[in-house]
Structure formats: C-alpha cells, structure tokens
C-alpha cells in the first residue's frame, strides 16, 4: 500500500446505518431538548410568552450563526 493509495470504498451494513441513524437521532432530540430550555430561560428572565421567547431565541441564534460565518 503506497503512502496515497486510496481505500476501497463500502457500503454500510444495515446494523452501521441503523447506529448512525440512532446516533444522529439522539443528537437531534438533545439539540431541541437544550433549545427548550433555553427559551424557557428567557422566557423566565423576561416574562415574555413562550412564542415571543422563541421568536428571541431564533433572532439570536440567527445572529450568532451569522457572525460564526462572518469569521470564517
């Protein structure tokens, strides 16, 4: 095998699609878990509705997003 030399390329096995899946599932339901209480924090700070709470949330995650691509 040369210091190059390109692996052969497989595809996945059901039980490596299905822990991907699971795995990326999980990560899913945690992000939106943490959004959650996240907005339920602002909500409390400001004693704004949920829906106003999220709508901040969205404006500063919307914000933040904005300025990480701003700095790459």
Known sequence: MGLFS???VREL???EE???KDEMRKQILTK????????KQIRDLT????GDAKDLF???R????????DKQ
Do not use: G, P, R
């Open 13 to 15: 096995t059901e039980a």
């Open 62 to 69: 919307s914000e933040l997003y904005d300025c990480m691509v």
């Open 18 to 20: 299905k822990q991907i």
């Open 58 to 60: 969205n404006q500063f």
């Open 47 to 50: 004693n704004m509705s949920i």
């Open 6 to 8: 390109k692996k052969t």
């Open 32 to 39: 939106s878990e943490n959004d959650i209480l996240m907005i």
